[in-house]
């Protein structure tokens, strides 16, 4: 089975702590990184400083589809072009499309969660898994591609 004990067995209050650090880090990144949070959380008046826990949330902005939109194609990606490994995309057939930029460490995460997640619901290296996702527009097909190969 594909575990991470370390993951699966955290206290709440440590796991919220984690999280808390994790959304810090993150915010750290996109503010230096990408100019549309960088204005939307100083519109806001928002810095890491005030991000504490995660009730805190409710400070930062949503970012909607047109947002995604109006940044296509790259200034949404928070590393530099260099370091995305893969790109995802949409069509683009309601506007301008959405595009996804994935670095090699996203892979290594995505593909640990879905193996986790489907070593979970009993999937074993023996087992022939089926993805009927589409591997298209939506990504979710290869998440669970990478999971079930990780798995073996």
Do not use: C
Not at 78 to 105: C, E, F, M
Not at 142 to 148: D, E, K, T
């Amino acid at each position: 089975m594909t575990e991470n004990r370390r993951f699966e067995t955290i206290s709440r209050d440590d796991l919220a702590q984690l999280q808390t650090e994790r959304l810090q880090t993150t915010l750290n990144r996109v503010s230096r990184n990408v100019a549309f949070y960088k204005h939307a959380l100083d519109a806001r008046k928002v810095t890491v400083e005030n991000i504490r826990s995660l009730k805190d949330l409710r400070q930062l902005p949503f970012t909607i589809k047109d947002d995604l939109r109006t940044s296509y194609p790259y200034d949404m990606f928070a590393l530099p072009l260099r370091d995305v490994v893969r790109i995802h995309a949409s069509s683009g057939t309601t506007g301008k499309p959405i595009v996804v930029g994935y670095s090699k460490n996203d892979i290594l995460h995505w593909s640990e969660l879905v193996a986790r997640q489907l070593s979970w619901a009993g999937i074993t290296e023996h087992d022939v898994v089926q993805i009927g996702f589409s591997y298209s527009l939506f990504t979710g097909g290869l998440g669970y591609h990478f999971g079930a190969e990780k798995i073996g």
